[in-house]
């Protein structure tokens, strides 16, 4: 099974692809009960456990939890099914994810706001 645009996970739809990796995507989606939109970053449990990253998966949501800083993006919620853990984020500003489309540079790095 996989995500698709356009796919509903729980209370939201599935807008755009924002950016994937070995065992996770991250996609724009919008509340429909509030008209919220967030990023869902979707972790594959066959490819999480493949990998070995099971522990960090898990140390990453307990400190996301935690954390509360206005450069860092909130994590709303999190949940899973039998094939993703799915993590509900604060969406990052349109014009900075334009921005850092592609990789940094470390001339970049010195530049991200704080």
Same mark, same amino acid.
């Given at each position: 099974?996989?995500? &698709? *645009? ?9 807008? $755009?692809?924002?950016?994937?990796? &070995? ?7 919008? &509340? ?9 970053? $979707? ?41 993703? =853990?799915?993590? =509900? ?21 010195? *530049?991200?706001?704080?």
């Amino acid at each position: 099974m996989s995500v &698709s *645009i356009g796919d509903r996970i729980d209370d939201f739809k599935v807008l $755009t692809l924002l950016g994937k990796g &070995s065992f996770a995507c991250v996609y724009r989606a919008k &509340s429909e009960k509030t008209g919220l939109e967030v990023a869902i970053k $979707t972790i594959d449990k066959k490819a999480m456990h493949k990998a070995g990253m099971v522990q960090r998966v898990t140390n990453e949501v307990e400190i996301q939890c935690r954390l509360k800083h206005p450069s860092i993006l909130e994590l709303y919620n999190y949940f899973e099914d039998s094939n993703y =853990v799915y993590l =509900v984020l604060e969406i990052s500003p349109s014009d900075f994810l334009r921005w850092i489309n592609g990789k940094l540079t470390h001339s970049h790095m010195n *530049i991200v706001p704080t």
